[in-house]
C-alpha cells in the first residue's frame, strides 16, 4: 500500500510507523502540491482527496527524501553547531565582564594567564555568581564541543565523497560532511545553477515585460550548510590567489556582504561538480577547463555573477576559521 503526504515537520514518527506497517510511503513538495489545488476552500478532507487524485494519476511530485543515517548525522551536525553558539555567547558575556573591569585582552581571555585575570577581580556577590557560572559552563562545553568535533571527522573517513571536497581549499571536514548529507545524490541536478537554487543562494525576482526586479537571496535550503559554505569560501578567499583577486573586485563593485555571497555560491557549484565527478581538487584545475568546452557551462564566470544590492546575509569576518 503506498500512502502520500506533503513535507513537513514535525512527522518522523509518522514516517515511522509506516515503515513498521510496510507502507510505502512517498512525500510530495508542499509548494507544487499546493500550485495544483483549484478551489478556493482549503480543509484537511480536501488537502487529502488531492493528494489521492494525484496518486492516481501519477502526477504526485514526489521528492528525494534522506536515509535514517543521513537524517541522523545531520543532528550530529547541527548538535555541534548549536553548542558552539551556546559557547560563543558564553564567551562574549565572559568579555563583557572583563570589559567592565577595565580588562581588554580579546583572544588572550582564554589563554591561561588571562583566565587568571579574570578570576582574579574582585566582584559584587551576584555578578562574582554569574561568573563562576559562565565558567562552569564553559568547561563543559569546550570538551563536548571537542569530541563532536572527533566523532565529525571519524565520519569523513568513512566517505569517500566528503574526503575528496577537502581536498579544495577552505573546505573543512564539517562543511564537507554537511554538503555530502545535504547534497545526497549529485545526479539529482542537471548544473551548478539547480544547486545555487538548492541552497537559497539566488536572488529573489519578480519581473514583467521589460521590468526586471531582483531582491535578496531566496535563503531556501539548509540554512547550516549555507552558513558553512559562507565561512569555507572565506578561507578559500585568503588561500587561493585567483579568488582573492575576484572577491576584492566584486567587493569594490558592490560591497563585501553580497562578494562572500557570491564566492560561497562559486565553492557550492564547484564542489558540486568535483562530487558529481569523483574528482579532487588537482583533477578539478586540470580539467576544469576541458568541462566548459564540453558543455558544462555553469563552470563559466556566468554561473559566479554576484547576486543583487539587496542581498541580505550576515557580515562573517573575512578571517573566519576552516570549518
Known amino acids: 500500500m503506498r500512502v502520500g503526504m506533503e513535507a513537513s515537520g514535525h512527522a518522523r514518527w509518522f514516517e515511522r510507523l509506516l515503515s513498521e506497517l510496510k507502507f510505502e510511503l512517498w512525500i510530495g513538495d508542499a509548494a507544487e502540491i499546493r500550485t495544483k489545488r483549484v478551489r478556493k476552500q482549503k480543509t484537511d478532507r480536501q488537502d487529502a482527496e488531492l493528494i489521492l487524485q494525484l496518486l492516481v494519476e501519477n502526477r504526485f511530485p514526489q521528492i528525494w527524501v534522506p536515509s535514517w543515517e543521513n537524517r541522523d548525522l545531520r543532528q550530529l551536525l547541527w548538535h555541534r553547531h548549536r553548542m558552539v ?95 555530502v548529507l545535504v547534497i545526497g545524490k549529485a545526479d539529482r541536478f542537471q548544473c551548478g545553477k539547480q544547486i545555487a537554487s538548492y541552497l537559497g543562494l539566488i536572488p529573489l525576482e519578480d519581473s514583467s515585460g521589460k ?26 578567499v585568503r588561500s587561493d590567489p585567483e579568488w582573492r583577486s575576484k572577491y576584492f573586485h566584486l567587493a569594490m563593485r558592490r560591497g563585501r556582504k553580497i562578494a562572500k555571497v557570491a564566492m560561497a555560491r562559486r565553492l557550492a557549484v564547484r564542489m558540486y561538480w568535483m562530487m558529481r565527478k569523483g574528482w579532487d581538487y588537482e583533477r578539478l584545475n586540470k580539467f576544469g577547463s576541458q568541462g566548459r568546452k564540453s558543455g558544462l557551462s555553469c563552470w563559466s564566470t556566468q554561473c559566479f555573477d554576484p547576486v543583487p544590492e539587496a542581498a541580505k546575509f550576515p557580515n562573517h569576518s573575512i578571517s573566519a576559521p576552516a570549518s
Open 85 to 179: 553558539q551556546a559557547r560563543t555567547r558564553i564567551m562574549n558575556q565572559l568579555q563583557a565582564v572583563a570589559l567592565n573591569e577595565g580588562l581588554l585582552c580579546k583572544k588572550r581571555l582564554w589563554r591561561e594567564t588571562g583566565r587568571k585575570q579574570l578570576e582574579s577581580f574582585p566582584l559584587a556577590p551576584w555578578a562574582s555568581r554569574r561568573r563562576q557560572d559562565l565558567l562552569e559552563l564553559l568547561d563543559r562545553l569546550t570538551p563536548t564541543i571537542a569530541e563532536l568535533t572527533q566523532a565529525i571527522e571519524r565520519e569523513v573517513e568513512n566517505s569517500p565523497e566528503a574526503r575528496r571536497l577537502q581536498t579544495h581549499p577552505g573546505v573543512g571536514p564539517l562543511t564537507a560532511l554537511a554538503f
Open 211 to 236: 521590468r526586471r526586479r531582483l531582491g535578496h537571496i531566496t535563503k531556501q535550503g539548509n540554512s547550516l550548510l549555507r552558513f558553512l559554505l559562507v565561512e569555507a569560501a572565506q578561507v578559500t
